[in-house]
């Protein structure tokens, strides 16, 4: 049987296209790391994307999205992802290891958050989502880098 693919409500769109840039963060991540990059400059890229796109799209999926959902077991588990992704960032401590954890842990919330939450949030909850305005600020700065470790 084919998979249907996933259709998004409009409004959470925005995250989407976001995720789908943290998800080219953690790919980039996973080569460098498999080509053996030096780490300072995986360690630069890293807090770039944390501080620029990562950080500032959590804040925007508590703020605006979360905090008008019921509390679940779903919800739980990303705010508590959402605390080591904060937590992670705070200890600058980027070695080979902590790198490798942040890109497998980035594909698997974000994984869950299309595959699971949106997809049930969006047929449950779907006039609240309806009332949602985002900022017309998008967290895409991650597309511009002036070092390519990853090609
Ligand atoms: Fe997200
Ligand atoms: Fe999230």
């Avoid at 008008?68 to 904060?86: A, M, S, Y």
């Amino acid at each position: 049987m084919q998979k249907k693919p996933l259709v998004r409500h409009p409004k959470l769109q925005k995250l989407s296209r976001e995720h789908h840039q943290i998800l080219v963060f953690a790919l980039r991540l996973k080569k460098g790391l498999a080509n053996n990059v030096d780490l300072k400059r995986l360690a630069n890229y890293t807090k770039y994307i944390l501080d620029g796109l990562i950080i500032p799209h959590m804040e925007e999926e508590e703020n605006i999205l979360l905090n008008l959902l019921p509390n679940t077991d779903k919800k739980k588990q990303i705010l508590d992802d959402h605390n080591g992704f904060r937590a992670f960032s705070k200890t600058e401590n980027f070695s080979t290891d902590s790198l490798t954890k942040l890109f497998e842990k980035l594909e698997q919330h974000i994984r869950f958050e299309e595959r699971i939450y949106f997809e049930s949030i969006q047929v449950k909850h779907f006039e609240i989502i309806n009332q949602i305005k985002w900022s017309d600020y998008e967290n895409l700065s991650c597309m511009t880098w002036n070092d390519p470790f990853w090609k």
